[in-house]
C-alpha cells in the first residue's frame, strides 16, 4: 500500500506501466510547484532544467527535490544551446492568462503571450524528440480558434509533427478533481513516420472527494492537519446554511437576494458561489485562492475552505511534497498545478513513444545526433 500518507501509485483499477528501457531527459518551462515534473519523474523520466520566474514555486521544487537542476528567473535569459542534442522531451504550461476566459482575451497580442515563444525558441534551441504543451481548455476557441492555430503552425514550421490538440479530464486519470486541461504533443519530423504517440486510456473509476481526504485506494492514511484559511464570520454563517453538494441556490429565497445582490437578477448558474463539496463527488476546479467569491470550495462537514494538506491531495500531490511560502502562496501553487497523477499518465504515453525512438536510434536507422 506504501508509505502512510504517500500518494498509492496503483489502484485495482489501474494498469501498471513496463519500465522505459532507456532513461529519458527532459527540459521543463513554467515548472511551478512541481506537478508535473514530480508525474514524469514517477513515470521514468529525469529531469535535467527546470524552470519558473516564480521564486516560491522554484523554492519548492528545491525543497523537495535538491538534485533537480532549477532555475529560478526569467525565461528569456537562459541559453538553451548547451542542452542541443542531449534532451529527449520539453514539456511546460506556457502561461495561460492570455488565453484563458478570465483573462482579457488578447491571445497572442498581450504580452504574457509572448512567453508561448520563449517555449518555441527552447524547442527550436534543445531539438528534443518530443514536446508536450499544456494551457487552458479555452485555447481551443481564443479567437474563434485562430490563437491555437498560430501556435500549432509555429511548432510544425520548427520541424515537428504536431498532434490533434486534445483536453483531458483529470478525472479520468485518478484525480479527484473535475479538472481539465489542454495538451498538444509533437514528434520531430524525422521520426514522426516509425513511431505513433497514444493518449492516455481514461481510467473506469471516478474518484470522490473522499478518496482524496480519507484512507482509501487513493493514499494510505486520513489527510494530516495543515494551515488553511478561514471565511470571515458572515460568510461563515451564510455557508453553515448550504447543504454537501449545495450551493447559494440552497439558501432561503431573501438570503440568496442579499448574498448574490444584483448578481441575482443575471442569467447563469453561478454554481461555484457558495458551493459545499460533498463527499461523494470530484471536487470543483481549484483555484488559486479557495476562498474567493465565484470560485467557493467549502469543506463537506465543516464550514472551511479547504487546507493546504487537502488542496494538495486534491490535486494528488504526495503529503511528503512541501510548498514554501505563505499559506496564500502556497494556495497559489498548488492552484496552479498539473495534477500529479495526470502528469503521470501523460508521462507514461510519452515514455512510451520514447522507448520507440530509441530502438529506431539503436537499429541505426535514424541518427540519434541532431
Request: net charge positive; glycine share 8%.
Amino acid at each position: 500500500m506504501g508509505e502512510p500518507g504517500s500518494t498509492i501509485a496503483l489502484s485495482s483499477s489501474f494498469t501498471a506501466v513496463p519500465e522505459p528501457s532507456h532513461t529519458y531527459k527532459s527540459i521543463e518551462l513554467f515548472a511551478g510547484a512541481g506537478g508535473m515534473a514530480l508525474g514524469m519523474e514517477k513515470a521514468g523520466i529525469s529531469h535535467i532544467l527546470l524552470n519558473d520566474f516564480d521564486r516560491y514555486a522554484t523554492a519548492t521544487l528545491k525543497k523537495n527535490r535538491p538534485q533537480w537542476p532549477v532555475i529560478c528567473g526569467d525565461v528569456a535569459k537562459i541559453d538553451f544551446m548547451p542542452y542541443r542534442g542531449k534532451v529527449d522531451l520539453l514539456t511546460g504550461g506556457f502561461p495561460c492568462q492570455a488565453f484563458s476566459y478570465a483573462g482579457k482575451k488578447r491571445g497572442l497580442e498581450d504580452t504574457r503571450g509572448t512567453l508561448f515563444y520563449e517555449f518555441a525558441r527552447a524547442l527550436k534551441e534543445t531539438r528534443p524528440k518530443l514536446f508536450l504543451a499544456e494551457n487552458v481548455k479555452g485555447l481551443l476557441n481564443h479567437d474563434k480558434g485562430r490563437t491555437l492555430k498560430t501556435i500549432v503552425e509555429v511548432f510544425r514550421t520548427m520541424g515537428y509533427k504536431v498532434l490533434e490538440p486534445k483536453v483531458l479530464k483529470a478525472i479520468h486519470y485518478r484525480v479527484p478533481q473535475k479538472r481539465e486541461r489542454l495538451f498538444i504533443v509533437g514528434i520531430r519530423e524525422d521520426y514522426a513516420p516509425d513511431v505513433n504517440f497514444v493518449w492516455p486510456k481514461p481510467e473506469p473509476k471516478i474518484y470522490t472527494l473522499k478518496d482524496a481526504l480519507k484512507k482509501g485506494s487513493l493514499y494510505a492514511s486520513d489527510v494530516p492537519a495543515s494551515a488553511g484559511q478561514q471565511y470571515p464570520q458572515k460568510k461563515k454563517e451564510i455557508l453553515d446554511l448550504v447543504p454537501p453538494g449545495g450551493y447559494w441556490r440552497d439558501l432561503p429565497l431573501e438570503l440568496q437576494k442579499s448574498y448574490m445582490m444584483k448578481s441575482f437578477y443575471l442569467g447563469g448558474g453561478k454554481t461555484g458561489i457558495a458551493r459545499r463539496i460533498a463527499w461523494d463527488e470530484p471536487c470543483l476546479t481549484l483555484t488559486c485562492s479557495p476562498a474567493q467569491k465565484q470560485t467557493e470550495r467549502c469543506h463537506p462537514e465543516e464550514t472551511r475552505p479547504f487546507t493546504v494538506r487537502e488542496y494538495a491531495r486534491i490535486q494528488t500531490f504526495p503529503d511528503d511534497w512541501e510548498f514554501e511560502g505563505s499559506v496564500s502562496q502556497q494556495y497559489k501553487q498548488i492552484g496552479n498545478a498539473v495534477p500529479v497523477n495526470l502528469a503521470y499518465a501523460l508521462g507514461s504515453s510519452l515514455v512510451k513513444t520514447l522507448d520507440q525512438i530509441h530502438s529506431i536510434e539503436v537499429s541505426g536507422k535514424v541518427d540519434a545526433v541532431v
